[in-house]
């Protein structure tokens, strides 16, 4: 869902990637459901571990609660956003954890553009 509001709110200003810590190589349902409910397709997206992205320094690395588990990579700024997996959530739930991620994404950007 990151990645999907990434595309949405920062289109010409950042390029982003998703991955997984242990992907299960489909989007979770409940997320295509839960942006599908906000007009966005989830569908186009895939669900790639670390190694399918490119390799390469990021400006930002967001990470979302996942702790040890979370692989290191080559980036200058890191925030964890600390964010539940909200993989088993009731629907209003995890409609909640989408909303947090897009204020979190939408905060971001605006820190990108602001060149902070």
């Keep these: 869902m990151a990645e999907a509001f990434g595309k949405i709110h920062g289109k010409g200003i950042v390029d982003v ?3 997984g810590s242990r992907p299960s190589g489909i989007v979770n349902p409940k ?3 839960a942006m599908a409910e906000i007009d966005y397709d989830l569908n186009k997206h895939i669900s790639v571990g670390l ?3 490119p390799q390469v320094e ?3 690395a967001i990470t979302m609660g996942c702790g ?3 692989p290191m990579i080559d980036a200058i700024t ?3 956003w600390a964010l539940p997996d909200p993989k088993h959530m009731e629907t209003e739930e995890f ?3 989408r909303d947090i991620i897009e204020t979190e994404v939408k905060e971001l950007i605006e820190k990108i553009r602001r060149g902070e």
């Design 95 to 97: 409609n909640q954890i």
């Design 58 to 60: 990021y400006e930002y």
């Design 68 to 70: 040890d588990e979370c």
């Design 51 to 53: 190694d399918k992205v």
């Design 78 to 80: 890191r925030e964890d």
């Design 17 to 19: 990637y998703s991955s």
């Design 31 to 33: 997320a295509i459901k």
